[in-house]
């Protein structure tokens, strides 16, 4: 036997020889061996079109033979040579790439999303891998049983062997759903299909639209399709609705679903399927049965398909949607729905609703902020803490007790300069201003919704939600059926006795109470944290040693290296919890076993909230309310865990407590989108790096569309789920806090112009296509944002009257100002700080030698200043509070009652003009309901005259006379 290898088109042949004549040929490709050919004499019987063919119809194995051969350009036995000292894989290799190259010579394209035939499309793949352990025998079965399952339900399979996978241990099992299966489950499922073309004229004039034009699409873009009057499919009535093509009536987002919906009910053991709890794919990709189960993308992001039948869908969306510098482009929603399907339509239609109302808030915020850079020098109390004549001469008590020295109240000029900033009369207007804007835009949004729910035919979608989209982990559980009296219909009940349900409940519930309280315990933590490192940065800084440093050296001060390095180990605090909770939530939300997918995610919706609520937010809660307020006086301060733990509370400098929240709020919502954006963009791009390296730069021929989507990070069925999470905890930030920092609208809206099309980008080019799904609104998240707009007036109003030096400011101005013929703010520092004899200053809590600054002298000052309204030493009420304190406590107090009613009013005021569902959508849903009576009226006639004209030959009567034989109906017509 002789071999000879041959190179002809970069495809290296290999043939073995038997005889003089030549006459057979074979193939060594994995061990396996194809049969025999024959040929007459020079000439060969199977031409290599014909060789194709054989290797189109049978994809395990490749036959070579002579002829192909004698086809091929030079032969080099030198390559041969080299091959044949290949040995184990690398031999395999060489013949697995020699085969792949051949593929591409066939008819059917590699990166078809069609079946062999190129006719039936592949509506879902799963994947599996044989690994030699000891559960494979059981796994073949499973899958032995589930595909055969399969196929009685209808579906069509056709099975990629391993041989022909890039890693050559891969088997793709391709699903195609005929006519018959989409039609029986588009009439369960209620899938709307269209019966009549839109005669409604669109009325939607927007004022000098021209000047909107540069950010808007191509028409062809935004709306792919034309608009018509749907109605729920029915199998039986067919030729009622608009079917040109039964192959494009159902979009591939619709069939997909459909054939899930299948894949997550179908058993997989040869037993009756009604109460057996061994079915659905999800069991069987979690015990490893199959490694992956997907719907295809339609071709490569980057180029469109040489598949002609290929909608190329997904390019246009990378072209139109998914590339950054597209940011000021609207997005192609009706495309956006019509491949990813509703639910991922709806969460993209929010987020970009939002973003442009983040707008118009951003302008005022940014206003406001510019207004208190403006007004600086109108400042009178900044000017007298910075200057040296009063600031200067002021010497403020120790902040902590012995590691704190006595010091000047101009070094906190910086402070005191960055608080004014946000500390002005435009942070009332703001907050006022936000209130409103909250509520027009929840408002606005559900207009917004109403018209998506009606031009994406979502408008009825609750109950069939409610009915069909049970869970197949709930079905598995149920063994009973129960009457639905509404319905009366049979539905799958599951029977918990009211012992168990309670004490599933405690144990859910107490575990979500356990995580919040840990929560808050990492909270105190890191305020004793605050609290000991304050002391270690006040002695180590009181020289001002960061003065050196060049730029920021002058702002460093020791409470701003305290709040800095607590807000940064706070946020990295955050993160672990939030990764730790995400899997304690899913768990207790599987034991409650929810009815249906939507009652999953509304479940789980309230606990990861509930948790990322407290997560995020107590620590600025501490810092606006707390911190500061609870501090006594040198001479009788309060301690963290009493006395014996040697923390004293911190106090908020002259400055304020203010500009800390800032610094808080920045770090942590900061921290959280750009930390957010990484996890987004990298992780899965660095992921599907590593995975697809070895084929990146393979031809399509050699890396098909099954393959290429295999490689692609899977989008979990709570993907949408964390996506909502982020922008409202975002939501959180920029309402609850922001009279506190008023560019934080401008920080939201750069991340979700950046968000957009990150998210965008990472769903078209890094993850499988997600399996669609329909909703009707963007769920328990509307609650929670109604809940937070409600909570944010509250909030805003306390963070003015107690955080911010606002109301002690205006008080001063009216009523207690030195000069009672103009109201003036001057002498206010001196004013709202009290007098401490140093003399009383209990010995535990004095400065020890050394920590006093070298200008101290315990002889010349006998007095030092606080933060506080109260008695100087020597009153009859030494130390006690003033009057002054309780006229602000009112003042602070009718302000946030006034506030609040305010912005209440205002708030049901906008609520109540603005109608839910704009006028237009509700006449369309009317017009739509009378063509559906009325049609399905006329087609039910049109039927039965029909069925009386194909019987008329059965009656003998005369016309004019009714005969007796004829049915009513008959008669009737």
Same mark, same amino acid.
């Given at each position: 036997?002789?071999?000879?290898?041959?190179?002809?088109?970069?495809?290296?042949?290999?043939?073995?020889?038997?005889?003089?004549?030549?006459? &057979?040929?074979?193939?060594?490709?994995?061990?396996?061996?194809?049969?025999?050919?024959?040929?007459?004499?020079?000439?060969?019987?199977?031409?290599?079109?014909?060789?194709?063919?054989?290797?189109?119809?049978?994809?395990?194995?490749?036959?070579?033979?002579?002829?192909?051969?004698?086809?091929?350009?030079? #032969?080099?036995?030198?390559?041969?040579?080299?091959?044949?000292?290949?040995?184990?894989?690398?031999?395999?290799?060489?013949?697995?790439?020699?085969?792949?190259?051949?593929?591409?010579?066939?008819?059917?394209?590699?990166?078809?999303?069609?079946?062999?035939?190129?006719?039936?499309?592949?509506?879902?793949?799963?994947?599996?891998?044989?690994?030699?352990?000891?559960?494979?025998?059981?796994?073949?079965?499973?899958?032995?049983?589930?595909?055969?399952?399969?196929?009685?339900? %209808?579906?069509?399979?056709?099975?990629?062997?391993?041989?022909?996978?890039?890693?050559?241990?891969?088997?793709?099992?391709?699903?195609?759903?005929?006519?018959?299966?989409?039609?029986?489950?588009? @009439?369960?499922?209620?899938?709307?299909?269209?019966?009549?073309?839109?005669?409604?004229?669109?009325?939607?004039?927007?004022?000098?639209?021209?000047?909107?034009?540069?950010?808007?699409?191509?028409?062809?873009?935004?709306?792919?399709? #034309?608009?018509?009057?749907?109605?729920?499919?029915?199998?039986?009535?067919?030729?009622?609705?608009?079917?040109?093509?039964?192959?494009?009536?159902?979009?591939?987002?619709?069939?997909?679903? $459909?054939?899930?919906? /299948?894949?997550?009910?179908?058993?997989?053991?040869?037993?009756?399927?009604?109460?057996?709890?061994?079915?659905?794919?999800?069991?069987?990709?979690?015990?490893?049965?199959?490694?992956?189960?997907?719907?295809?993308?339609?071709?490569?992001?980057?180029?469109?398909?040489?598949?002609?039948?290929?909608?190329?869908?997904?390019?246009?969306?990378?072209?139109?949607?998914?590339?950054?510098?597209?940011?000021?482009?609207?997005?192609?929603?009706? *495309? /956006?729905?019509?491949?990813?399907?509703?639910?991922?339509?709806?969460?993209?239609?929010?987020?970009?609703?939002?973003?442009?109302?983040?707008?118009?808030?951003?302008?005022? &915020?940014?206003?406001?902020?510019?207004?208190?850079?403006?007004?600086?020098?109108?400042?009178?109390?900044?000017?007298?803490?910075?200057?040296?004549?009063?600031?200067?001469?002021?010497?403020?008590?120790?902040?902590?007790?012995?590691?704190?020295?006595?010091?000047?109240?101009?070094?906190?000029?910086?402070?005191?300069?960055?608080?004014?900033?946000?500390?002005?009369? &435009?942070?009332?207007?703001?907050?006022?201003?936000?209130?409103?804007?909250?509520?027009?835009?929840?408002?606005?949004?559900?207009?917004?919704?109403?018209?998506?729910?009606?031009?994406?035919?979502?408008?009825?979608?609750?109950?069939?939600?409610?009915?069909?989209?049970?869970?197949?982990?709930?079905?598995?559980?149920?063994?009973?059926?129960?009457?639905?009296?509404?319905?009366?219909?049979?539905?799958?009940?599951?029977?918990?006795?009211?012992?168990?349900?309670?004490?599933?409940?405690?144990?859910?519930?107490?575990?979500?109470?356990?995580?919040?309280?840990? $929560?808050?315990?990492?909270?105190?933590?890191?305020?004793?944290?605050?609290?000991?490192?304050?002391?270690?940065?006040?002695?180590?800084?009181?020289?001002?040693?960061?003065?050196?440093?060049?730029?920021? &050296?002058?702002?460093?001060?020791?409470?701003?290296?305290?709040?800095?390095?607590?807000?940064?180990?706070?946020?990295?605090?955050?993160?672990?919890?939030?990764?730790?909770?995400?899997?304690?939530?899913?768990?207790?939300?599987?034991?409650?076993?929810?009815?249906?997918?939507?009652?999953?995610?509304?479940?789980?919706?309230?606990?990861?909230?509930?948790?990322?609520?407290?997560?995020?937010?107590?620590?600025? +809660?501490?810092?606006?309310?707390?911190? %500061?307020?609870?501090?006594?006086?040198?001479?009788?301060?309060?301690?963290?865990?009493?006395?014996?733990?040697?923390?004293?509370?911190?106090?908020?400098?002259?400055?304020?407590?203010?500009?800390?929240?800032?610094?808080?709020?920045?770090?942590?919502?900061?921290?959280?989108?750009?930390? %957010?954006?990484?996890?987004?963009?990298?992780?899965? =791009?660095?992921?599907?790096?590593?995975?697809?390296?070895?084929?990146?730069?393979?031809?399509?021929?050699?890396?098909?569309? =099954?393959?290429?989507?295999?490689?692609?990070?899977?989008?979990?069925?709570?993907?949408?789920?964390?996506?909502?999470?982020?922008?409202?905890?975002?939501?959180?930030?920029?309402?609850?806090?922001?009279?506190?920092?008023?560019?934080?609208?401008?920080?939201?809206?750069?991340?979700? $112009?950046?968000?957009?099309?990150?998210?965008?980008?990472?769903?078209?080019?890094? +993850?499988?296509?997600?399996?669609?799904?329909?909703?009707?609104?963007? %769920?328990?998240?509307?609650?929670?944002?109604?809940?937070?707009?409600? +909570?944010?007036?509250?909030?805003?109003?306390?963070?003015?009257?107690?955080?911010?030096?606002? $109301? #002690?400011?205006?008080?001063?101005?009216?009523?207690?100002?030195? @000069?009672?013929?103009?109201?003036?703010?001057?002498?206010?520092?001196?004013?709202?700080?009290?007098?401490?004899?140093?003399?009383?200053?209990?010995?535990?809590?004095?400065?020890?030698?050394?920590?006093?600054?070298?200008?101290?002298?315990?002889?010349?000052?006998?007095?030092?200043?606080?933060?506080?309204? *109260?008695?100087?030493?020597?009153?009859?009420?030494?130390?006690?509070?003033?009057?002054?304190?309780?006229?602000?406590?009112?003042?602070?107090?009718?302000?946030?009652?006034?506030?609040?009613?305010?912005?209440?009013?205002?708030?049901?005021?906008?609520?109540?003009?603005?109608?839910?569902?704009?006028?237009?959508?509700?006449?369309?849903?009317?017009?739509? *309901?009378?063509?559906?009576?009325?049609?399905?009226?006329?087609?039910?006639?049109?039927?039965?005259?029909?069925?009386?004209?194909?019987?008329?030959?059965?009656?003998?009567?005369?016309?004019?006379?009714?005969?007796?034989?004829?049915?009513?109906?008959?008669?009737?017509?």
């Amino acid at each position: 036997m002789n071999r000879i290898a041959g190179k002809r088109d970069d495809t290296l042949i290999e043939v073995q020889s038997s005889g003089e004549d030549n006459n &057979g040929c074979r193939l060594e490709s994995f061990g396996e061996e194809v049969p025999e050919h024959e040929h007459n004499g020079s000439e060969s019987s199977l031409s290599c079109s014909d060789l194709e063919g054989s290797v189109h119809s049978s994809h395990s194995s490749d036959t070579v033979c002579v002829q192909c051969e004698r086809e091929s350009s030079l #032969p080099n036995h030198e390559s041969f040579h080299q091959h044949s000292s290949y040995s184990g894989i690398w031999r395999r290799r060489t013949l697995f790439l020699k085969y792949r190259s051949r593929v591409d010579k066939q008819q059917q394209s590699k990166d078809s999303v069609f079946f062999r035939d190129g006719v039936r499309r592949i509506d879902f793949v799963l994947s599996y891998v044989e690994d030699k352990d000891k559960d494979e025998e059981k796994k073949q079965e499973r899958r032995k049983a589930y595909e055969a399952n399969l196929q009685e339900f %209808g579906l069509q399979l056709e099975t990629e062997d391993k041989s022909e996978s890039e890693d050559g241990r891969t088997y793709f099992l391709k699903i195609h759903a005929p006519w018959d299966v989409l039609a029986r489950y588009a @009439d369960i499922l209620k899938i709307k299909v269209p019966f009549k073309a839109n005669d409604i004229p669109e009325h939607r004039d927007v004022p000098m639209s021209w000047l909107f034009t540069p950010f808007r699409l191509p028409t062809h873009v935004m709306h792919p399709e #034309p608009d018509y009057f749907t109605s729920p499919f029915d199998k039986s009535k067919t030729d009622f609705f608009l079917i040109d093509d039964k192959d494009t009536l159902f979009p591939p987002s619709t069939r997909n679903r $459909i054939v899930y919906y /299948i894949l997550s009910r179908c058993a997989y053991q040869n037993i009756d399927c009604q109460y057996n709890d061994k079915k659905g794919i999800k069991r069987l990709l979690n015990n490893g049965t199959y490694t992956a189960a997907y719907p295809l993308h339609d071709c490569r992001y980057w180029t469109q398909s040489r598949d002609p039948n290929c909608e190329n869908e997904r390019y246009s969306l990378y072209r139109y949607w998914g590339q950054f510098f597209r940011f000021y482009k609207e997005q192609p929603l009706n *495309r /956006i729905r019509k491949y990813y399907g509703e639910k991922i339509g709806i969460y993209f239609a929010w987020l970009g609703f939002y973003t442009e109302m983040l707008f118009y808030a951003a302008v005022v &915020g940014l206003l406001c902020f510019i207004y208190g850079l403006t007004t600086y020098d109108q400042s009178i109390w900044s000017k007298e803490i910075c200057s040296e004549s009063i600031g200067g001469n002021i010497v403020m008590c120790p902040l902590c007790d012995k590691k704190c020295g006595y010091w000047k109240l101009n070094t906190t000029c910086n402070s005191t300069w960055q608080s004014h900033l946000f500390d002005n009369v &435009g942070t009332v207007f703001f907050a006022i201003f936000m209130a409103i804007w909250v509520t027009l835009f929840l408002e606005l949004w559900k207009r917004r919704q109403a018209r998506l729910e009606y031009e994406w035919d979502l408008v009825d979608f609750e109950e069939e939600q409610q009915q069909l989209q049970l869970r197949p982990e709930y079905e598995m559980k149920c063994r009973e059926r129960r009457r639905n009296r509404i319905t009366q219909e049979m539905e799958l009940v599951l029977e918990r006795s009211p012992a168990d349900l309670v004490g599933k409940l405690c144990i859910c519930w107490a575990t979500v109470v356990l995580w919040i309280a840990l $929560i808050i315990a990492s909270i105190i933590g890191v305020i004793a944290y605050r609290l000991a490192v304050y002391a270690a940065f006040a002695s180590v800084m009181k020289d001002s040693p960061t003065n050196k440093i060049q730029l920021v &050296g002058s702002i460093i001060t020791p409470q701003l290296a305290t709040s800095v390095t607590a807000s940064c180990i706070n946020f990295v605090i955050i993160m672990i919890l939030n990764f730790l909770y995400e899997r304690v939530a899913i768990w207790i939300t599987d034991m409650e076993i929810p009815k249906t997918h939507l009652e999953y995610e509304n479940r789980l919706t309230v606990k990861m909230f509930l948790f990322q609520f407290v997560n995020y937010y107590s620590s600025c +809660f501490y810092v606006a309310f707390f911190k %500061g307020k609870f501090v006594g006086y040198p001479g009788d301060p309060e301690y963290m865990f009493n006395s014996w733990s040697g923390l004293r509370n911190e106090e908020c400098d002259p400055g304020g407590c203010l500009i800390e929240l800032t610094t808080q709020l920045v770090i942590i919502m900061t921290g959280k989108q750009v930390w %957010g954006n990484i996890q987004e963009a990298l992780v899965p =791009w660095l992921k599907n790096w590593w995975v697809s390296k070895s084929a990146r730069n393979h031809p399509e021929s050699l890396y098909s569309r =099954w393959e290429q989507d295999h490689d692609l990070q899977h989008f979990t069925q709570l993907g949408l789920f964390y996506e909502y999470l982020e922008m409202v905890i975002q939501f959180g930030f920029i309402t609850l806090f922001v009279a506190s920092f008023p560019l934080a609208p401008l920080l939201a809206l750069l991340n979700n $112009i950046l968000e957009v099309r990150v998210d965008a980008w990472k769903m078209i080019t890094q +993850f499988r296509r997600p399996i669609a799904a329909k909703a009707h609104s963007i %769920g328990a998240w509307q609650e929670i944002l109604h809940m937070i707009a409600v +909570f944010s007036v509250v909030t805003n109003a306390f963070i003015v009257a107690f955080t911010s030096d606002m $109301i #002690p400011r205006l008080v001063y101005l009216y009523a207690y100002h030195t @000069d009672t013929a103009t109201p003036s703010m001057q002498g206010y520092i001196d004013n709202s700080l009290s007098i401490f004899n140093i003399s009383q200053i209990p010995m535990d809590n004095q400065p020890e030698p050394g920590e006093n600054p070298s200008w101290f002298n315990s002889s010349v000052t006998t007095t030092c200043r606080y933060r506080d309204y *109260r008695y100087p030493p020597g009153h009859e009420k030494e130390y006690l509070h003033t009057m002054q304190f309780w006229h602000i406590i009112a003042a602070k107090l009718a302000f946030i009652i006034i506030m609040e009613h305010v912005a209440f009013l205002v708030k049901f005021f906008v609520a109540w003009l603005i109608p839910d569902v704009p006028s237009d959508v509700k006449a369309r849903i009317r017009r739509e *309901r009378y063509l559906v009576q009325e049609y399905m009226q006329k087609y039910e006639l049109d039927k039965l005259k029909g069925q009386i004209s194909l019987n008329h030959g059965d009656c003998t009567c005369p016309s004019e006379v009714i005969p007796t034989s004829c049915t009513p109906v008959q008669a009737i017509l």
